[in-house]
């Protein structure tokens, strides 16, 4: 059974920064790409960030670009997301997402979801 989690959200400053991490389990997790995703309250799921599965290629929203920066670890299966330059736009609940073999920016597309973190950005 897949299971996906994700921790490190929390309230901070507008200029903060968070570190998000990943675990994942009950898969071959080099196999997966990984990517976060984040919800906004009235607002639609929108696609943050994706690693492949060595983590030789990352590709970023252009609203966190600079700021973000998504990284894995695939003895530990987990993976990142250092968030630095937070401002109050990026407050969201923050979801990970696994997806076999190939890249996408396409939530539809992922296979296995953690539960979310929340993430609020004060200003």
């Known amino acids: 059974q897949v299971h996906v989690e994700e921790s490190g959200g929390g309230l901070v400053q507008a200029g903060g920064s968070l570190r998000l991490s990943c675990a994942a389990s009950?898969?071959?997790?080099?196999?997966?790409?990984m990517g976060w995703f984040r919800q906004a309250p009235g607002k639609e799921r929108e696609f943050v960030t994706y690693?492949?599965?060595?983590?030789?290629?990352?590709t970023y929203v252009d609203s966190v670009k600079g700021r973000f920066t998504i990284s894995r670890d695939n003895a530990r299966n987990t993976v990142y997301l250092q968030m630095n330059s937070l401002k109050t736009e990026d407050t969201a609940v923050y979801y990970c997402?696994?997806?076999?073999?190939?890249?996408?920016?396409?939530?539809?597309?992922?296979?296995?979801w953690g539960q979310g973190t929340q993430v609020t950005v004060s200003s």
């Open positions: 997402a696994a997806k076999s073999w190939s890249y996408s920016t396409r939530a539809d597309d992922y296979s296995y």
């Open positions: 009950g898969l071959t997790f080099s196999n997966y790409v």
């Open positions: 690693i492949s599965r060595s983590g030789a290629l990352t």
